[in-house]
């Protein structure tokens, strides 16, 4: 028989194993907590503090990686979706290498690959007037199977993060994800405390943390409470799906340099391919009579290549023709204690480079690192000072890819203007030849989200113009040709400086010189 020391002994020696385990996961809860006055320990004070470290307000691309990247960091994360129904967007389709390389830096690389179809990307297409030119991404320092980009459906993409994010492993926290409608922010002396919402039943809730990110998106309801940015639309872009068809050159992007402006072609699944046509402006033909059927057919289909043409049409007269305003915004934020912006609600630019996403997976990685030393949010004053850092550090990936994608739209669109035709054709010429290596980088780089330094976008920039000024010089000017090599540099100069100057000149060339970029975290 069994000594009954023996039992008691194991019974022992379980009872100390809890207490150990008791010890750990409480001394994990308090850590950091310490009051920098006299050093005491702060336990949560109520229900609020207990609760929810941190509320995230949309469960797109931004909100879906936020929060699985909040929790896996031990945060305790309430996200707040509309729609938790599988999106249909007609954007956010196209990943950048660059963005792609920040999703495996979250662990979320397998919510890009067979599992939804995700298609490679090597690079781009362009055609103008008949010829064409091709541009493969930079990656001689990574493995092309890595740092290739990713095409694939917008709303399988954002289920797959959303799941991930509700099945994380983790003992101590989750991620509850409701689908609801965020009314209103919760302020109380200038500091956000959580929101209002309305849950799926209709009834209106409060959750509180503190810390509430909003990322709603492009038409957010929460941005002017917290951003002081000013929204434009240069134009809208119309969407359909081309079945059943091979692009000209596999697994590339394909641009074609269009009148009135660009229309662009890219894989998303094994048998699709997403077309989609900018239409300059805010009024555009309607689709439920016809006129943009009409106008596809008319205008658009004569300017795409011939073994896309059938495919096209087809597409055309199935239907599925869906718009939606292009949308442009510097960010310009309020900072306020207990609250930030992410994502579309924050920061956007023209789709034309497909840059969104990855400028979200950029700061995502960043904020995840800033509040990584971070075990107590409840500092609200102190926790805003710091993240302010944020808003200087953010600036080498997203200036470069927010100037590139609304630069390069007004100089690809079509014009009269015989200077803008030139710096057109400049661009094209100067993509064709390969484009001067600067510092080792082509503009393809840059593109790509592989080389986020503003100073090579800006010089790669204004190497198109001094080509386009070399192609009037050359064989001999003329005066005639000197003045519009003249014209040639004042347009350029006219698109590329405003949108510099709207991303904050200091803070994208010379970040080092912006007090908050050395704050340290808060004790």
């Known amino acids: ?128 007037d008949g010829r064409d030119t091709i541009l493969s991404y930079s990656l001689e320092n990574c493995d092309p199977d890595i740092a290739a980009g990713r095409s694939f459906h917008n709303g399988r993409f954002i289920q797959r993060m959303r799941g991930k994010a509700k099945t994380l492993p983790n003992f101590f926290y989750s991620v509850k994800l409701e689908q609801g409608t965020v009314t209103t922010l919760i302020e109380e002396k200038g500091t956000i405390k959580g929101v209002i919402y309305k849950n799926k039943a209709g009834e209106e809730l409060r959750t509180y943390a503190p810390l509430t990110i909003v990322c709603d998106g492009c038409f957010s309801n929460l941005r002017k409470n917290l951003s002081a940015s000013k929204v434009e639309s240069p134009s809208c872009i119309v969407g359909f799906i081309l079945e059943n068809c091979d692009l000209p050159h596999a697994n590339h992007g ?81 900072p306020t204690p207990g609250a930030l912006l992410l994502g579309d609600s924050f920061n956007m630019r023209h789709p034309l480079t497909g840059g969104g996403m990855t400028v979200a997976l950029s700061d995502i990685v960043l904020l995840r690192d800033l509040l990584r030393p971070l075990h107590d949010l409840n500092d609200a004053p102190a926790l805003c000072e710091y993240l302010e850092s944020f808003y200087t550090l953010r600036k080498p990936m997203s200036s470069t890819i927010n100037t590139l994608a609304d630069a390069l739209y007004k100089v690809l669109s079509a014009s009269p203007d015989p200077a ?42 204004f190497a198109i113009a001094i080509y386009g000024v070399w192609r009037l010089m050359l064989p001999l000017p003329s005066p005639q040709r000197t003045w519009l090599a003249v014209r040639l540099l004042l347009y350029a100069s006219g698109i590329i400086f405003p949108i510099i100057i709207g991303e904050g000149i200091r803070q994208t060339f010379f970040p080092a010189t912006v007090p908050a970029y050395y704050r340290a975290p808060p004790v």
């Open 420 to 461: 803008r035709q030139e710096m057109r054709e400049a661009c094209f010429g100067y993509w064709s030849l390969g484009g001067i290596r600067i510092c080792g980088y082509g503009p393809v780089s840059l593109l790509s989200g592989l080389n986020p330094r503003p100073s090579h976008m800006f010089l790669h920039f």
């Open 1 to 128: 028989m069994v000594s009954y020391e023996y039992v008691l002994g194991g019974v022992l020696a379980s009872l100390l194993a809890s207490v150990y385990i008791m010890i750990i996961y409480s001394a994990r809860k308090v850590a950091g907590t310490k009051n920098s006055d006299n050093g005491s320990i702060r336990m949560p004070q109520n229900d609020e503090e207990k609760g929810t470290d941190v509320v995230i307000v949309g469960a797109g691309v931004a909100g879906a990686a936020l929060a699985y990247t909040l929790s896996k960091e031990g945060r305790r994360v309430h996200v707040i979706e509309r729609d938790l129904s599988e999106p249909d967007r007609i954007v956010g389709e196209l990943l950048q290498p660059g963005g792609y390389l920040k999703l495996i830096e979250l662990g979320l690389e397998d919510c890009a690959n067979e599992s939804i179809d995700a298609q490679k990307v090597f690079g781009y297409a362009i055609y103008k």
């Open 254 to 334: 394909h641009v074609i340099l269009g009148d009135p402006s660009p229309i662009v072609f890219y894989p998303i699944s094994n048998t699709e391919i997403r077309c989609l046509v900018d239409i300059p402006g805010t009024k555009i033909p309607s689709v439920a009579n016809g006129e943009m059927a009409k106008y596809l057919k008319t205008v658009v289909a004569p300017q795409i290549p011939p073994q896309l043409y059938n495919s096209f049409i087809a597409a055309i007269d199935k239907g599925n023709i869906r718009s939606m305003p292009n949308k442009s915004m510097a960010a310009n934020p309020l």
